[in-house]
T-cell receptor, first 114, second 117 residues
Framework: AQSVTQPDIHITVSEGASLELRCNYS??????LFWYVQSPGQGLQLLLK??????LVQGIKGFEAEFKRSQSSFNLRKPSVHWSDAAEYFC????????????FGQGTRLTINP | SAVISQKPSRDICQRGTSLTIQCQVD?????MFWYRQQPGQSLTLIAT?????????ESGFVIDKFPISRPNLTFSTLTVSNMSPEDSSIYLC??????????????FGPGTRLTVL
């Protein structure tokens, strides 16, 4: 069955430090992959998506993610985090026509130390 | 993109009662979805709201418990019926925006935080 695993439930980094959030997926076909962010009390905002082509994708707010088929991974990165990046981050795989049916990972809660 | 609003933003309800959540989109969309996010958990798809026909429910969700309406292409409602404390969750609606070459995306509303006492 299709699944998404985010191994880290909670990560704490210092402001200005680099960040990498891990995401592994299990899906038999070519995956459509997404990263969403959920700030406290907010809905989900799409950070970036991968459909095909360049495996390094750029998103909003200075985030990027790299698709590695050999590792079934789609890790999210940011070179220097800001206090406003504190939020819950969800990785998702799209099963039908890209984003028609999404399966989400458990989420990673990011805390930023000043 | 799409701007999505939900009403109410939050509510506290007594067990045994029902709550209807509204989702309004600023443009016509073909596909709308309802998700549940239980405390500390990820999002789980409840159903796809179909305009002009019955919603399509995911495994574990039934129409009697979560009736859905979709009267037009910009509006949908989800009712949580005969509530129990286990229904305490955030309920989110989302819409699918179709692009070219399959580059479609789901945009999410702000969610409705429901607490059942």
């Amino acid at each position: 069955a299709q699944s998404v695993t985010q191994p880290d439930i909670h990560i704490t980094v210092s402001e200005g430090a680099s960040l990498e959030l891990r995401c592994n997926y299990s899906y038999g076909a070519t995956p459509y992959l997404f990263w969403y962010v959920q700030s406290p009390g907010q809905g989900l905002q799409l950070l970036l998506k991968y459909f095909s082509g360049d495996t390094l994708v750029q998103g909003i707010k200075g985030f990027e993610a790299e698709f590695k088929r050999s590792q079934s991974s789609f890790n999210l990165r940011k070179p220097s985090v800001h206090w406003s990046d504190a939020a819950e981050y969800f990785c998702a795989v799209g099963l039908i026509q890209g984003a028609q049916k999404l399966v989400f990972g458990q989420g990673t809660r990011l805390t930023i130390n000043p | 993109s799409a701007v999505i609003s939900q009403k109410p933003s939050r509510d506290i309800c007594q067990r045994g009662t029902s709550l209807t959540i509204q989702c309004q989109v600023d443009s016509q969309v073909t596909m709308m979805f309802w998700y549940r996010q239980q405390p500390g958990q990820s999002l789980t798809l409840i159903a796809t709201a179909n305009q002009g026909s019955e919603a399509t429910y995911e495994s574990g969700f039934v129409i009697d418990k979560f009736p859905i309406s979709r009267p037009n292409l910009t509006f949908s409602t989800l009712t949580v019926s005969n509530m129990s404390p286990e229904d305490s969750s955030i309920y989110l609606c989302s819409v699918l925006i179709l692009g070219t070459s399959g580059t479609n995306e789901q945009f999410f509303g702000p969610g409705t935080r429901l607490t059942v006492l």
